[in-house]
């Protein structure tokens, strides 16, 4: 079995509509986050929250007044995947005897006939929470880096900046789409977690995975085919790693796919979030990383006479 | 040929290291599904008596799994350095309150040094460090460096100090580590009850010095409990137990003596104002229960005699006991089979408990039976390790005590261990202060040649004999194994002297249930992936694609043996990772098989095809698990508790892969040609 077959799509050519279809995508994605904005999860904001098991399904607003005339005020109530699993969050911390246990009493003292089990309780500092949100980006600007420096040492500079560039391109996106069902989907209970950290940095290394692969594949050919313009040995070697890239990306989408069918509540964030990247990933490296790198040789020919990609020759 | 054997004789190795890492894991869950089939609770204790060494082993050297897979908490700590500041400060007043509010509020979004601040703001109001932490003649720099090692040592004290309760709580596999310069965390599996807990890690620390019963004395109330056992009482608490020997092994005692010349005691800071609280918060509440009717203080009989005569008298019958066979031993003597009496040249007594038998020893003295016979002023304490091993069972001694403690911590002003230069062994000088110094003189002075026990928290650190009389508040401990050990009570001596106040930053509570659901639902979707991928692969590579399977299970089962041999945490991202491995490992097999078609495709015989293809995808292979390993390495450093499983599981996961896609895949590849196969079905 086969999918693809000597192909020779012209991928490259067109990428200028790409690059107004991604920057549509990111403007409409961001001005969404930044306007209706993201749940930012107890792990970054701090708080406590409290997952309970009720033994009969029980509506929201019960345990809503249940709050409320326990004094909880403004506690944010929701379910987790079925009727019975009731999520309780508030911002308050709650010295020594904490809310949680106030949580408790409120639900066992005035939700009768209806008995529950914890799930889990969280309760964050506002001091950990501020820690984990720099740590958060300090990770994502860290690998960013750390990326560039060993692309520019295994490619060349333009190709470690365009792998980058890339990956900027994915974050945002990503971003943006979650923003997007999050506003369309509130069930889903995405919000920013570790959890979902950990997919952004997952997604970094899968999308750099799928350009690193394309990439070689050039490093290569632009020594077999000198003569060549870089967007044709370009075009070629996206066309021949297609294959590969199609069975990859499906995998590794089929995977996380399930993950996000079947992983449970606590994946689902992780899950969501990798399932975008795997996409964005995949297209990235062809209309972002490897366009990027055609319009910079194009404009480094145009001002430097004819060099026809012998600087990536010699130094691969 | 050659090098295929090399290949595939690490391949074997490989396997079965993994398969030996693994087997513990099995043999667990073969043990757990064992337990769980036995009907009554008798059984099951039964059966774990008999296999209890097999049973633990497997136990600790199975994968762990995280607190969220199989539930607990978990909880990081900070020291609270105002707090600390404000009871190490010679006077209390509003102004230096007032400070330390102040720098908390300001140090809580900032990475600044509390202390640092706390200059700056004093010097504000014309007020220096010196004013409530030093002596007139001290330099304000050295006063300020001694309080941030102050602040440092805090959390070591802090550390010792929940050791100790979580210990004694019983909690399996506890997790206690330091992070950073002022935090904490601890991870409790299996543990649910919260407020317990919280109290357990906050409780402030208990330091007692508490006298060691008479031998004599201490006989007398062992017998009257052995007595009552032996006469058919309490047989349920005595289960079957493997049969172990204590041997006789020399424990060398510590010696307190009297060291009139203290030049070598710095004086410090006076920190004693304060007032320890004899609020027992430390979650053993057996011996809370047994607290009622103290009496008077001196109802024990202090007699200077010579425990010599011991021997003749009341422990004649014990050591003829010891020759009859362990049974018979066990079955007279049930008490004395569980506490043994252990006796020494010098007439010295002590009594020595097997690890295995703690519990169920302190179960026993909870026994409103056995607490009739005890007289209301005699407590009990183990020590806080092991006095030695035997057979592989670790060994702890069983202390006597009075009840009512002669001392506590409050007095104690300093501790500090060193190696003395004369002896050139290690030694802890101890300070109190005057009103301590006092009972101090008082209580050695009545009690030379016996032993006075170190308690904290309801533990005993140390039990020196008094040699001397001592006056003036200075001590000197020597007689330890080693400078760690002086060290340790340095630190349990300060931790009842300055506590080190804690509060809960972050706390993290998975009940069992979820957990449960969390490892099915990942296992499910695992199970779901791999079905997939492992069909896809065949559908479309056929014969090479069943060669790439059996590389992604050999993927798996290495990444599982390695995380096993790390003694490595499965979380449920790690689960989440382990679902990634198994989309991302299949991408070097399609990377090399993509081109091995490409090459067969231009005309290329079959063996030179596979020779190009591996070597050409190899620079793309390598390059894109070194970029992804090391996104998996920042994410270690960065993440805490579960995504650190999630990171480190895709890091082996992605090692692991560079062997089992590239090696395992081509050996099975270079057997087929040379053994004369010209076409290999690649889809």
């Known amino acids: 079995m086969q999918f693809f077959h000597n192909l020779h799509i012209d991928f490259l050519g067109k990428r200028k509509v790409f690059y107004i279809i991604s920057a549509v995508l990111i403007v409409i994605g961001l001005s969404i986050f930044f306007t209706k904005g993201i749940t930012l999860g107890i792990d970054f904001a701090g708080g406590t929250e409290i997952l309970v098991r009720f033994q009969n399904d029980i509506p929201t607003d019960a345990v809503r007044t249940a709050m409320d005339k326990t004094g909880i005020i403004g506690a944010e109530i929701k379910t987790m995947g079925n009727e019975r699993d009731i999520l309780i969050r508030t911002a308050e911390q709650g010295e020594g005897s904490s809310i949680s246990d106030r949580i408790k009493e409120g639900l066992t003292n005035n939700i009768q006939g209806n008995s529950y089990e914890v799930l889990r309780i969280d309760k964050v500092g506002p001091k950990i929470g501020k820690e984990l949100r720099i740590s958060a980006i300090y990770a994502t600007l860290l690998s960013l880096i750390a990326i560039l420096v060993y692309l520019a040492f295994r490619f060349e500079f333009v190709y470690a900046l365009g792998a980058v560039l890339g990956l900027f391109h994915d974050v945002l996106i990503t971003l943006g789409m979650i923003s997007i069902f999050h506003v369309i989907f509130p069930n889903l209970n995405l919000e920013l977690n570790q959890g979902m950290v950990a997919a952004f940095l997952t997604l970094i290394g899968f999308s750099v995975n799928d350009t690193v692969i394309v990439f070689d594949r050039i490093r290569e050919n632009i020594k077999l085919y000198k003569n060549e313009d870089i967007l044709s040995v370009m075009n070629k070697s996206i066309n021949t790693t297609l294959s590969r890239t199609v069975i990859t990306s499906g995998t590794v989408f089929l995977t996380v796919f399930i993950l996000l069918l079947f992983g449970g509540e606590v994946n689902r964030t992780f899950a969501f979030t990798f399932t975008v990247g795997v996409l964005t990933g995949t297209y990235s490296s062809i209309y972002v990383s490897s366009a990027f790198v055609v319009d910079i040789k194009n404009r480094q020919k145009r001002s430097k006479a004819p060099v026809t990609g012998k600087i990536a020759a010699s130094k691969a | 040929m050659k090098k295929n054997r090399f290949r595939i004789f690490l391949t074997l190795l490989f396997l079965g290291l993994s398969l030996y890492f693994l087997y513990p894991t099995y043999k ?126 805090a959390i070591d004290r802090a550390i010792q100090v929940v050791r100790n309760r979580i210990d004694q709580y019983g909690v399996s596999e506890p997790v206690i580590q330091k992070k950073g310069s002022s935090r904490l965390v601890v991870e409790l599996p299996g543990v649910s009850n919260v407020q317990e807990v919280r109290k357990l890690l906050q409780g402030t620390a208990l330091l007692e010095f508490k006298l060691v019963i008479d031998p004599q004395i201490a006989v007398k109330v062992m017998e009257k409990i052995n007595t009552y056992m032996a006469g058919g009482n309490l047989d349920s608490l005595m289960k079957a137990d493997s049969l172990n ?84 031993f066990k079955k007279k003597n049930p008490w004395f089979y569980l506490v043994r ?15 295995t038998d703690k519990a169920k020893v302190l179960k026993i003295l909870e026994k409103k039976e056995i607490q009739d016979l005890i007289p209301s002023e005699i407590s009990f304490a183990f020590s806080n390790r092991s006095s030695f091993v035997d057979n592989g069972e670790k060994i702890y001694t069983f202390y006597i005590l009075k009840k009512e403690p002669e001392l506590t911590g409050g007095v104690v002003v300093n501790a500090r261990s060193n190696i003395d230069p004369t002896s050139n062994s290690p030694v802890v000088y101890m300070e109190m202060n005057s009103e301590g110094s006092a009972d101090w003189a008082r209580i050695t002075g009545s009690n030379i040649n016996k032993q006075i026990a170190i308690v904290l928290d309801n533990v005993v650190y140390s039990a020196p004999v008094v040699r001397n009389k001592i006056t003036g508040g200075n001590s000197q401990i020597e007689g330890m194994a080693n400078i760690q050990e002086a060290k340790l009570l340095e630190i349990v001596l300060k931790a009842g002297a300055l506590p080190a106040p804690l509060t809960i930053i972050e706390e993290r509570t998975v009940g069992p249930s979820l957990g449960e659901d969390s490892i099915q639902k990942g296992l499910y979707s695992s199970l779901i992936a791999l079905i997939l991928v492992a069909l896809f692969m065949v559908v479309y590579y056929h014969f090479a694609g069943g060669v790439a399977d059996l590389a992604l299970i050999f993927n798996l089962l290495f990444v599982m043996g390695i995380m096993a041999s790390f003694h490595a945490t499965l979380t449920l991202p790690g689960i989440a990772a382990l679902i990634l491995t198994i989309g991302m490992s299949v991408d070097s097999n399609v990377l090399i098989y993509e081109r091995i078609r490409e090459e067969v495709t231009g005309g290329k015989p079959l063996r030179t095809a596979i020779e190009i293809g591996y070597k050409k995808a190899f620079s793309a292979i390598i390059d894109s698990h070194i970029t992804s390993i090391i996104t998996a390495i920042i994410l270690y450093q960065f993440g805490t508790g579960p995504i650190q499983g999630f990171a480190l599981t895709l890091m082996i996961g992605l090692i692991a892969n560079l062997f089992t896609a590239i090696v395992i895949t081509r050996i099975i590849f270079d057997v087929m040609t040379e053994k004369g196969k010209t076409s290999i079905n690649f889809g």
Not at chain 2, 94 to 111: G, M
Not at chain 2, 272 to 289: L, M
């Open chain 2, 341 to 355: 009496p252990q006796q020494f040249q010098d007439g010295s007594l002590v009594w020595l408990v097997k690890e």
């Open chain 2, 28 to 153: 667990d869950y073969q043990f757990n599904k064992e337990i769980s089939n036995l009907k009554n609770a008798q059984d099951s204790a039964a059966f774990f008596d008999k296999y209890s060494n097999d049973i633990l082993k497997a136990r600790d050297n199975r994968i762990k799994l995280g607190l969220d897979l199989q539930g607990g908490m978990y909880v990081i700590m900070e020291v609270d350095i105002a707090k600390l500041l404000n009871d190490l400060a010679k006077k209390q007043d509003d102004i230096l309150k007032q400070v330390l509010n102040a720098t908390s509020e300001q140090t809580k979004n900032t990475d600044e040094d509390f202390v640092d601040v706390v200059e700056v703001k004093l010097r504000e109001k014309g007020l220096s460090l010196k004013a409530y932490y030093g002596e007139i003649r001290d330099e304000e720099s050295t006063v300020k460096s001694t309080l941030k090692t102050e602040v440092e040592n």
């Open chain 2, 245 to 328: 020997n204590i041997s006789k092994n020399e424990i060398k005692h510590d010696s307190l003596k009297i060291k009139k010349d203290s030049t070598s005691i710095t004086s410090t800071k006076d920190t004693t104002k304060k007032d320890i609280t004899k609020k027992d918060t430390t979650g053993n509440k057996k011996k809370d229960s047994s607290k009622k009717n103290i009496t008077g203080k001196d109802s024990i009989k202090k007699e200077d005699s010579n425990t010599a005569g011991l021997t003749d008298t009341n422990l004649n019958n014990l050591d003829t006991n010891q020759q009859l066979s362990e049974e018979e």
